[in-house]
């Protein structure tokens, strides 16, 4: 594991969803969550990381987001970090934002404190991308 793979996990340990997996729904995680399946819903947790053969459509909420495959929604996250293998659509909100060369995003960008309170509801839309 690289020092850029690792995540902060907070008290509530790693949890992982297989390979393969297909989950509809509202995912909460105390700790870490790595998806390399498909998720179709709202997933909140400390740290989310979507492997490049995951899949996720909808929201994310976390202090550390990572995407190295596809991702279709909204996110808010403190630390977001969009790997070589990211392909990524929609709004992104986000403290600090680091896009690796190759990555293929399109959507609008907004930086601002992370709140882990706030809702995807709240946060204003910002500066368009393409």
């Not at 987001?65 to 070589?84: D, E, M, N, S, W």
């Not at 403290?95 to 959507?107: C, D, K, M, P, Y």
């Not at 946060?123 to 368009?128: D, E, F, I, Y």
């Amino acid at each position: 594991m690289t020092e850029d793979s690792r995540t902060p996990s907070g008290s509530g340990g790693r949890s992982h969803l297989g390979t393969g997996s297909r989950i509809t729904g509202e995912l909460y995680f105390p700790g870490t969550v790595e998806l390399p399946g498909y998720v179709n819903g709202s997933v909140e947790a400390a740290a989310i990381v979507i492997e490049e053969a995951g899949e996720v459509e909808g929201e994310l909420h976390a202090a550390s987001v990572t995407i190295k495959g596809r991702f279709k929604g909204q996110v808010i996250g403190g630390k977001v970090a969009l790997h070589t293998s990211a392909r990524v659509t929609g709004e992104i909100t986000y403290e600090s934002l680091s896009i690796e060369t190759g990555a293929e995003v399109e959507g609008t960008f907004r930086c601002q404190p992370y709140a882990k309170d706030a809702k995807p509801g709240d946060q204003a839309k910002g500066s368009a991308v393409e």
